[in-house]
């Protein structure tokens, strides 16, 4: 098998460079940080500039953790433009990488699979990291960081570690000097994938090391974490078998489509409900629009953050697969009064269409002998309902046409139609 080259790029402080380049400053001198000032004190930053990191000021910090002595400027969130300006640096790479040995990993994160690249353009990868980084930084004036590593894995570990202690903003790794290098490495948390739990577990049995992971017993490892420690000792040998044709090829065994929320206070038991009932209604126009159905439905309901409860949880299962509102929307209120604690406020929402398949399926449009004429009709002109709705959406905004409930004082979905990923699109 022909060795592979790849590349990974990383947008610096991606947010906080949009907002500095749009206002003609350099993001490497200029305190900003990128918060909603309308939330409180306690609002998490989404960026922060390089400068402000050089002062130790953690990336993901509270406006109220910033330093008082420290200037900056609060910069509210633009979604919309930094998905734009994402679209371009996307751009930049389509001119010189095919798309398909392109993975976009975030907005401001891809991997490139430069291998059969580097003879086309004749230069090494350090040289086509550089090109790339420099289009980027010329054409939109943001910078960037790179890793190159030999397999994807190492890449990204390129990237995230040994590229911010370079000169060039450029980290290369193989196996040999993955194992030379980061093999001793701590904290493990600085490694992709071992997130605190992880960590914690394996500091109970003394392993703190990608080198202490390579040279324990792998029985032991998957007795604690399962099938997950085949990445794990995968990882830990620099190795990743992965390629981005695999990720490209990858096709799931069943779908879901979610949708999440945060609240902003704590919400009464009917507020909660209003809040299910708006956001379901908003997933199954999304069902319509993508032509797709469910066989039911799942809500996670989290209380006040006060109380330290168990979230409540359940499914509720529809009588056929279905995108109808006026067949989902009854039977996930149902559900919400059913496991719902009357008496405890609610804080997080979580809902989920399971096992969604295209509404074309013939199994999908056969009768059965429960069926009723009268009902198919109603839920064929309520299909033409939602379809006409989503119509009006693209054509005039989100907003355009909205229900009874959308206007009561606990609804959330006309301020939720004017952000993206939970924050303002800046449109």
Known sequence: MKNRTYICIDLKSFYASVECVERGLDPMTTNLVVADPDRSEKTICLAITP???????????????????????????????????????????????????????????????????????????????????????????VRATCGIGTNLYLAKIALDITAKHAVDFIGVLDEQSFRKILWDHTPLTDFWRIGKGTAKTLSRYGINTMRQIAEMDEGFLYTLFGIDAELLIDHAWGREPVTIADIKAYKPKTNCISSGQVLMRDYSFEEGRLIVREMMDLLCLDLVDKGIVTDSVSIQIGYSNALKVESAKGTAKLSKATSADRIILPAVTKLYERIVDRKKPVRRINISCNHVAEENQDDMVQLSLFDHPKEDEAVARNHSVQKAVIDIKKKYGKNAILKGMNYSEAATTRERNRQIGGHKSGE
């Open 51 to 141: 400068s402000m990191k050089a002062l130790g000021i953690n990336n993901r910090c509270r406006i109220f953790e910033i330093p008082k002595n420290v200037d900056y400027i609060i910069a509210p969130p633009r979604m919309q433009k930094y998905i734009d300006y994402a679209a371009e640096i996307y751009a930049i790479y389509l001119r010189y990488i095919s798309k398909e040995d392109i993975h976009i990993y975030s907005v401001d994160e891809a991997f490139l699979d430069i291998t059969e690249y580097l003879v086309i353009y004749q230069m090494n990868a350090k040289e086509m990291a550089m090109m790339l980084m420099g289009e980027v930084l010329r054409e939109v004036g």
